[in-house]
DNA sequence: ACCTGAACACCGTTCAAGT
DNA sequence: ACCTGAACACCGTTCAAGT
C-alpha cells in the first residue's frame, strides 16, 4: 500500500516506526501494532524491523517509553507536598490520555527508562516528605502510577475504536439493557445505569478519582 | 497430546474448557490460552471449540464471569457503610488474586453477567448510604473496582511465569540496576529499591493501598 | 550498516460435510 | 447435537544471503 518513502522520507528508523505505531494503536487499537502491519506501512519487509529492535516486545518497550517521555514534569516548587504531588500525577494523565490503547504498557516499564525514573523519584521524594518511609512509599508510589494509568486505559475499548454511530448504538444498548433489570435486585445499578455505562464528563471522572487518591493519603498511618 | 478423556471424561463442554484455561492461563499465562491450545489438551480439532463458543472474545467472557463468580459476596450487615465497603472489596481481591494472568479480563466485564450486577449493586448501594450521588458512586465505583483488579494484576509477568531460580536471578538485576543508579540525581529510587523491585509482603501491599482506597473516600464532596 | 527471500511454527475463523 | 477436514488470511521469528 504504501510507498517507501509515504511514511517516512529517507531511511527507516527507530523513530519513524514508534511515530507510526503510536498513530497506528491510536486509531485501530493495540491489537493493529504488528510487525508487519507496520513493515507494510513503511514499505518494507517484516524481517527489516529486526535490524531496528530485537523483538516485538522492546518494540513495545519503545512505545512505553515514548509515551512516558511526553509527561510534562512540572518544576518542582514549595507547594506543600500533597499539592505539587496532585501537579504531577495530574500532568502524569494528561500524557497518556490521548494514547488509551498504549497507556497499560506503561504499567510495567516506568523504572525502565529515565523519564520514568525521573518522575518516580519524584513521586516518591514527595510521599517522603509526606512522612512515608522508603518501603510504604515505593507500595504507595507504584500503586498510584498504576492506577492513573487505570483511569486512562478504562475508556479503552480493545480493537479498533467502533465509529461514532455504532459507539452510540452500543452505548445506547449497554443502558437499555442495565436499565430494564429487575428494580427489586437492582436498584442502585439502575439509578447508576446512565453514569455506569459512559461518564458525563470524563475531566470530571479523572479529577474527583484523583481526589481520592491523593486525599486518602492523608488517611493511612506512615511508618 | 492428550487423548480425549484425560481432561475430560466424556463429551467435552464450556465448563470443562473454561476450567482448563483458567489453569493453563495460571501456569503459562493469557498468551498460553488458545483456542488451538485448548483444542489440544481436550485431544480435539480446534473447531470444535467453535461448538461452545462464538469465538475467542466469548471465550474470555466466560473466563471473566468465571472469575467474578468465585468472588463470596459477605452478607449485608448493620456495620458502617464504609466497613461493608472494604470487605467486599477484601472479597473481590481475595478471588482474583489467585489468578493474575486472568483479572485483566474482569475490568469491562464486572456488569455483563449477573455475578458482577449483585458485586455492583452492593457497591453501590454503600455508596449511597455514604452519601455519594448515583452517578458519583458509579464513577467512583467503577474506580474502585478497576483499582482492584490492578493490584491484582500488577504481580502478573506477561508470559509464562518464570522459574523461582530465574526469577529470583531477574528480580536480583533490576534491583542492583535501581541500586547503581547516580545517587545525586535518585536518591528516593535508590532509598526504595528493594520495595520498588518486590514488595516484602503482599498483604501489606494489598492492605495498604485498600486503606489509601477507602481512607480517601471520606475526603470526597458528596452531592 | 541495512535490508530481502524463503521458510517455520504458530494464530483465529469459515464453511461444508460427516455422524 | 456435536465434531471433523480443508482452507484462508493472518501472526512473530530465524537464518542465510544480498548490497
Redesign the interface.
Not at 185 to 189: A, D, E, L, S
Given at each position: 500500500m504504501a510507498k517507501r518513502n509515504e511514511a517516512t522520507r529517507g531511511r527507516l528508523s527507530r523513530e519513524a516506526i514508534i511515530v507510526s505505531a503510536v498513530a497506528l494503536a491510536d486509531a485501530e487499537g493495540l491489537d493493529a501494532v504488528t510487525i508487519r502491519r507496520l513493515a507494510q506501512e513503511h514499505g518494507v519487509t517484516p524481517m527489516a524491523m529486526y535490524w531496528h529492535f530485537n523483538d516485538k516486545d522492546s518494540l513495545l518497550d519503545g512505545l512505553a517509553e515514548h509515551l512516558i517521555e511526553a509527561v510534562q514534569l512540572p518544576e518542582p516548587g514549595d507547594a506543600p507536598w500533597d499539592q505539587e504531588l496532585r501537579e504531577i500525577l495530574d500532568a502524569f494523565l494528561a500524557a497518556i490520555r490521548p494514547h488509551p490503547a498504549l497507556a497499560g504498557l506503561a504499567?510495567?516499564r516506568i523504572?525502565a527508562a529515565e523519564s520514568g525514573?525521573l518522575i518516580?523519584?519524584r513521586v516518591?521524594?514527595l510521599l517522603?516528605r509526606g512522612g512515608f518511609a522508603?518501603?510504604?512509599?515505593?507500595?504507595?508510589?507504584?500503586?498510584l502510577i498504576?492506577?492513573i494509568?487505570?483511569?486512562a486505559?478504562?475508556d479503552a475499548?480493545?480493537g479498533p475504536p467502533p465509529t461514532g454511530e455504532e459507539r452510540e448504538q452500543a452505548l445506547r444498548d449497554?443502558r437499555a439493557r442495565?436499565e430494564s433489570?429487575p428494580p427489586g435486585?437492582?436498584?442502585?445499578?439502575i439509578?447508576?445505569a446512565?453514569?455506569?455505562v459512559v461518564?458525563?464528563d470524563e475531566d470530571?471522572?479523572f479529577s474527583?478519582?484523583l481526589?481520592?487518591?491523593?486525599?486518602?493519603?492523608?488517611?493511612?498511618r506512615r511508618g
Open positions: 504499567m510495567r523504572l525514573l518516580a523519584e516518591l521524594g517522603r522508603p518501603a510504604q512509599a515505593a507500595e504507595v508510589g507504584t500503586f498504576c492506577s494509568i487505570t483511569l486505559v478504562a475499548v480493545p449497554k442495565l433489570l435486585r437492582y436498584p442502585n445499578v439509578a447508576a446512565p453514569a455506569l461518564c458525563r470530571d471522572y474527583l478519582n481526589d481520592l487518591l491523593v486525599g486518602g493519603l492523608h488517611g493511612l
